[in-house]
C-alpha cells in the first residue's frame, strides 16, 4: 500500500495547525484581522481563528490527498516538517511567546 | 444539592468530554505503541483492529464534542460583559479574574493559551483515526506513519492536558454558574 495518504493526512494536520496558531497570534496583533475573524459574536474572534483553520486544513488534505493517495512520498521530510509545524503551533497559541513577537 | 444549568454544561464539556479523552489517550498510545509496532510478531486479528478503530473514532467524537461545547456553549457564558458599574462579578468569569492581580494571569495566560491550544487534540486525533482506519494492520509496514500517530497522539494528549488543567483552575477561581437551577437530591 502507497504511504501517500498517510503522508497527506499527516501534513495537511501540521498545516492546520501552524494555521491556527499563526491566526491566534494575527488576531491578537491587528484589530482588523480581530473584527474580521469574527464569526460568531458571543465567541468572539475564536469563532474565526478556528473555522479558518479547520478549513484550510480541510482544504489542504483534501488536495494532497488527491495528488498523493497512489504514490509514495518522502515521509520522513514530510513528518519532520509537519512536526516542527505542530510544534510551532504549540508555541505560538502560548500568550508569553506570542507576546514577544 | 443542586446544580445549576451553566454548571451541568461545564461538567458535561470538562469532566464528560474532556476528562473520558484524556483517559482514552492512555489506551490509545498503548495500543498503537505496542501491538503495532513493526518489531512484534503476534498476528493482528480483525477484531483488533476493529476495536482500535472504533475506539479512535469515539474519541475522535470525543475530542469535537470538547471543543465545540467548550467554544460554542460555556466560552460566550465565561467572557459575557457586565453592565458598566455592576459590582457583582460573580456571573462574569472573565471580569471576575481580571478584576483582580492574583487572579487575572489565569485569564491571560490559562484561557487565552486553553481557548487555542485545544483545537489541536481534535485536529490531531481526526487525523491519526484516519490514518489507521486507512492503514489498518498495515501500519506496521509502515514505522514512518507509525511515528507520526504516535507523535500526534502524544500532542493531542498534551494540549488536551493544558485545556483541561486550565479549565479546572480557572472554574475553581470564577465558576461559570447561571441559569435554572436543577436539583439533584432533597437534603436531611
Known amino acids: ?101 | 444539592m443542586e446544580i445549576t444549568t451553566r454548571g451541568l454544561w461545564t461538567l458535561i464539556h470538562g469532566m464528560g468530554f474532556g476528562g473520558l479523552y484524556l483517559l482514552a489517550c492512555s489506551g490509545a498510545l498503548v495500543e498503537l505503541f505496542l501491538r503495532f509496532s513493526a518489531g512484534e510478531d503476534g498476528a493482528i486479528s480483525s477484531k483488533q483492529v476493529g476495536f482500535l478503530k472504533g475506539y479512535l473514532i469515539a474519541m475522535t467524537v470525543l475530542a469535537w464534542l470538547a471543543v465545540l461545547t467548550g467554544a460554542y456553549v460555556i466560552y460566550p457564558w465565561y467572557r459575557a460583559v457586565p453592565a458598566p458599574g455592576s459590582p457583582d462579578l460573580a456571573a462574569f468569569p472573565q471580569r471576575l479574574l481580571l478584576s483582580n492581580l492574583t487572579t487575572s494571569g489565569w485569564h491571560s495566560i490559562g484561557m487565552e493559551w486553553k481557548e487555542h491550544v485545544a483545537w489541536l487534540a481534535p485536529i490531531s486525533i481526526t487525523m491519526v483515526t484516519a490514518v489507521f482506519s486507512r492503514y489498518g494492520r498495515e501500519i506496521r509496514n509502515h514505522p514512518q506513519i507509525r511515528r507520526a500517530v504516535i507523535c500526534f497522539t502524544v500532542v493531542s494528549f498534551l494540549a488536551a492536558g493544558i485545556a483541561g488543567f486550565f479549565g479546572a483552575m480557572i472554574d475553581k477561581h470564577a465558576p461559570v454558574e447561571g441559569g435554572g437551577a436543577i436539583h439533584l437530591v432533597r437534603g436531611d
Open chain 1, 1 to 101: 500500500m502507497a504511504n501517500g495518504s498517510g503522508g497527506a493526512a499527516i501534513l495537511a494536520a501540521g498545516v492546520g495547525a501552524f494555521v491556527l496558531g499563526v491566526l491566534a497570534v494575527a488576531a491578537d496583533k491587528s484589530l482588523a484581522v480581530k473584527s474580521a475573524l469574527v464569526f460568531y459574536r458571543p465567541t468572539g474572534q475564536l469563532s474565526g481563528v478556528t473555522t479558518t483553520a479547520i478549513l484550510i486544513w480541510l482544504i489542504t488534505w483534501g488536495v494532497l490527498e488527491w495528488r498523493w493517495r497512489h504514490k509514495t512520498v518522502a515521509l520522513r521530510r514530510i513528518n519532520l516538517t509537519a512536526l516542527v509545524l505542530l510544534g510551532l503551533s504549540l508555541l505560538l497559541t502560548f500568550p508569553p511567546v506570542a507576546d514577544l513577537l
